[in-house]
């Protein structure tokens, strides 16, 4: 090739080289010459046309702590021939080190040694700073993460110990209040049990009232146990609610029912109403009453006179659920305004003076809050400027299919309804409710009241009521109901009484003359076939069968199991009281030889027994019952353990039932009926 046909490539690279920002070099390594681009030597801020550096001085300018590598990477170039690359500092003009980054070729000659070092240098300067830089950070970073992990983990590891605390800390409470409920329920078995017997024999009035308020002392302090175990075990997320499908209603009305004595004493009004159709509901039931219950019971500690009501009112929602609102109001003094929050906190009252009226260890509305909110609702308070209190129950459930029922005679239309209360005022809350459903009322405030009026009304030749509601109020012994149904003979009448009323005379007379009686309050089903109800499920009840209490086996043979002398007292009296005949075990073993000797016809068995308790001892009677060496008898518990997983366990074991500490007599009558009846 001619040298005129070179020369346009060599200015071609000669003006390549010239634009580049890159510097160039080359080493003949056959007599040591060293070129240097201008732009290297500008590069480092060197004069370009200066002398060029020798190899030698080259080298000086590297950086110390890099000087090792690069020399490493030419001299391994050299040793095997080809490329390398290298990232270094190197001193510029003004004495400052500058990141570089550089590659290198060796070139053999003809004879295959090294003949020609040549390579590009860049300048990374800002860019090597900005990577250091950004490692720098990610370095901090890295730092700060493992510093904030350490930390965190150290805060897991005390969040771990202090819930395990926590538990051991719940466990050790669960089993002081089980511990504790077992040691008081079992003397308390003891005072309420032989006070009930003494009840039953004491000849004097004064006698009879001694007895009579160390019984009910003992129920107080019997309820504040079970108060204490409630709020432990929702307290522990343990609320045990049970979702089933229940008739609001019912159950508003029972628990009203259930609370009516404690109101017996005084001149209180107890009202109830209802408003909306979807009644059958999914939820918990026992949850809804607990909570009522003790919503009553605070409003009728707290109402010495007046009223107090129980109102429910359902609608639907767009979703398909039902609103269910629960109010409970009375007219006592109300709460202080700076103590309406507190006063759902456990063991705060509305009065926390030294000279408070009232008892009680302030647990019911923490309780009911705790158990509202288990049921995803809430519990509010209101003390309207008239004074009282009003809590509100609010809860969202789901709409339950009612069951099947059988079939009831048609309602009658309505009519003229009397309502006979020994005040006006306490008649107009069922009259407005009979109102609601189409009624004509009149309430009076007498039996003779009535009398007259219907005897008026036959002269004014005006229509006689189709209804005539006597409440318990107006029913005094001097009552003249003979001449009140002289004077309406075609009249549906019906006695209007709380749960606990007894007066068998009265009721005789009543039953007599076609009076049946209604325990109050009436539910909205019973308001609507108010004429046509004949059967007790709509809250009739016949003479001589609402107070009846239930006959039992005569001289049935029980044993009971039990080795605490005082219990073994009141349980054998007890159960001699009831007619039965009860033999006695004190341990596991004496009750094992006791029922293969003489078959009972039912066991009472206590848990805490020495030696054997008694769960072993119930599984080794099953056993012996399916080895057919016992044929076999109900075991009801008879025990001061009070919590679910006692109960639960005494199933497990083959129990047939579940008696707690202390012992009544009306309970244990009604519960030993399942077994023992006549």
Known sequence: MTADAQTPSLLRCQRALASSRDGYWEHDLRNGDLWQSASLRSLFGFDPNATLLPARLVRGHIHPDDRASVLAAYRQALGRGGPFDYEIRVRDAAGQWRWVRGRGQV???????????????????????????????????????????????????????????????????????????????????????????????????????????????????????????????????????????FDATQALADTLRAVMPLARQRDLLLMFDWVGDAHWLMGDPGGLRQIVTNLLGNALKFTPQGSVSLRGVSRRTDDGRVALEVQVADTGPGIPPERRAQVFEPFVQGDESLSRGHGGAGLGLAIATLLAEAMHGQLTLDCPAQGGSVFTLRLCLDEAEAPAQPAEPPASAPGLAWLVYHRESAGQWLAERLARLGWQTQVLDSVDAATALARQAERDDAPPPDLVLLAEPALHADVDLPALRRTLPDAQMRLLVRPDWRDTALETTAAALQMRPLVAPLTPRQLRHILTCTDDGLGGHSSGTRHAEPALQ???????????????????????ALGLRPTLAGNGASALTACMEQPPALVLMDLQLPG???????????????????????????????????????????????????????????????????
Request: hydrophobic share 45%.
């Open 107 to 245: 070139w053999p000659a003809d004879d295959g040694r090294p003949a020609f070092v040549s390579g590009a240098v860049t300048d990374v300067h800002q860019e090597k700073l900005a990577r250091l830089d950004l490692a720098a950070q990610q370095q901090a970073l890295e730092a700060l993460v493992q510093e904030r992990t350490a930390r965190l983990e150290a805060a897991l590891a005390l969040a771990e110990q202090r819930r395990q605390e926590a538990e051991r800390a719940a466990a050790a409470k669960s089993r002081f209040l089980a511990h504790m409920s077992h040691e008081i329920r079992t003397p308390l078995n003891g005072v309420l049990g032989l006070t009930e017997l003494a009840l039953r024999s004491a000849d004097t009035p004064e006698l009879q009232r001694f007895l009579s308020a160390a019984h009910q002392s003992g129920q107080a302090l019997l309820q504040t146990i079970s108060d204490v175990l409630d709020l432990s075990r929702i307290e522990s997320g343990h609320a045990d609610l049970r979702r089933k499908p």
């Open 612 to 678: 054997m308790d008694g769960l072993e001892t119930t599984r080794r009677l099953r056993a012996l019952q399916r080895e057919q060496r016992w044929p076999g008898a109900p075991i009801v518990a008879l025990t001061a353990h009070a919590s679910p997983e006692d109960h639960a366990a005494c199933r497990a074991a083959g129990m047939d039932g579940v008696l707690t500490k202390p012992l009544q007599l009306d309970t244990l009558r009604r519960r030993l009926a399942r077994w023992l009846a006549a």
């Open 554 to 576: 005569p001289s049935a043979n029980v044993l009971l199991v039990e080795d605490n002398e005082v219990n073994q007292l009141v349980g054998q009296e007890l159960l001699r």
